[in-house]
């Protein structure tokens, strides 16, 4: 089958298209035809190896020394059951589904073996296959924040970062629950976020929110310490009483099945929107890191995966990057 491989740690060209194995599923497993696959922030900071040097040396020693000795990135999809193991129950030949594996991963390819177990559930009947890839990652990392801020209705929000794919979902998903929702966003993306069900929208490129006199039950930072840690440094100064700043960067999340569930549920309803960017075809996956890893992109950046030329034979995998 056709996969896109990390042949070492390094910059998006590290990745190459490559001809491998199709994998049978083993006992309680099912193998998945994949359609379409989210690339993530997560996924380019893995491949990049992008940690604090302390930890590089222990993460080399865990993942591999010279390149990961997984190389089938991703771990979002859309796609089909295609196989069954044996002891799998929860799914059958056919079955259309979406989910995420943040420990088994492979979504870069073809077809991939899952545990039956994992976060799957069926794929949304309103959505397509592109649609539904850019359902779990934002949304199952946004009910983990809703969740975490205990978030109740009536409370008023601020999401920084409202575009992103976290913030995206979030958005959504705090109005849901009845909150009232103010999102942070640059001047390109305000209409985005005001459509998404925002009651007020700031443009961050023109004015500070800490400025404002608006109070705040819960700040929810949806990009990351990293770069929201200036803008975020005297969010405390627009908590109301009792409130609280908390970010995706906080503690290592959860994710449940039944979040994504209530996701496929609010999908089909018409109250959580999938928003995606751009789209990229599987042998495009150089260009689809580099975009995500520009920092801009408007909600998900999806893959799609064209199985017309299955038996086309492509090279063997070449390290270009020496």
């Known amino acids: 089958m056709k996969a896109v491989v990390c042949t070492r740690w390094g910059p998006p060209e590290v990745l190459q298209v490559a001809e491998v194995e199709r994998p049978v599923p083993r006992k309680g497993e099912v193998r998945i035809r994949i359609f379409a696959a989210a690339v993530t922030v997560s996924e380019c900071v893995a491949r990049a190896l992008r940690a604090p040097w302390r930890y590089r040396i222990l993460a080399r020693l865990v993942l591999g020394w010279r390149g990961p000795r997984r190389p089938i990135f991703g771990m979002v999809l859309a796609g089909e059951i295609d196989a069954v193991g044996r002891n799998v129950r929860s799914f059958k030949l056919g079955d259309q589904v979406f989910g995420l594996s943040r420990w088994k991963a492979g979504t870069y390819a073809e077809y991939v ?24 990652y934002g949304g199952l990392l946004g009910m983990h924040l809703i969740r ?8 008023r929000i601020l999401v920084y970062g409202a575009s992103g794919a976290i913030g995206t979902a979030t958005v959504q998903l705090a109005r849901h629950f009845g909150a009232r929702v103010t999102g942070v966003c640059s001047t390109a993306n305000l209409a985005l976020v005001e459509s998404l069900g925002a009651e007020a929208v700031v443009d961050y490129t023109r004015e500070d929110f800490t400025a404002k006199a608006d109070r705040y039950d819960v700040i929810i930072d949806a990009v990351g310490r990293k770069k929201s840690a200036k803008a975020l440094l005297r969010a405390g100064d627009v908590l109301a009483a009792g409130g609280k700043s908390i970010s995706i960067d906080d503690d290592f999340p959860k994710l449940r ?13 018409g109250e959580l929107t999938p928003v995606i960017d751009r789209c990229y075809a599987l042998e495009e996956m150089v260009e689809a890191h580099r975009y995500v890893e520009l920092g801009h992109k408007r909600g998900n950046v999806i893959v799609t995966v064209d199985h017309k030329d299955n038996n086309k034979q492509l090279p063997p995998v070449l390290d270009n990057a020496g």
């Open 257 to 269: 099945a039944e979040d994504l569930l209530l996701l496929e549920r609010l999908a089909e309803s």
């Open 148 to 155: 975490k801020a205990g978030i109740k209705p009536g409370q």
């Open 113 to 136: 073996c899952w545990s039956a177990r994992t976060l799957l559930a069926p794929r949304p009947a309103n959505l397509t296959y592109q649609e539904a890839a850019a359902l779990p």
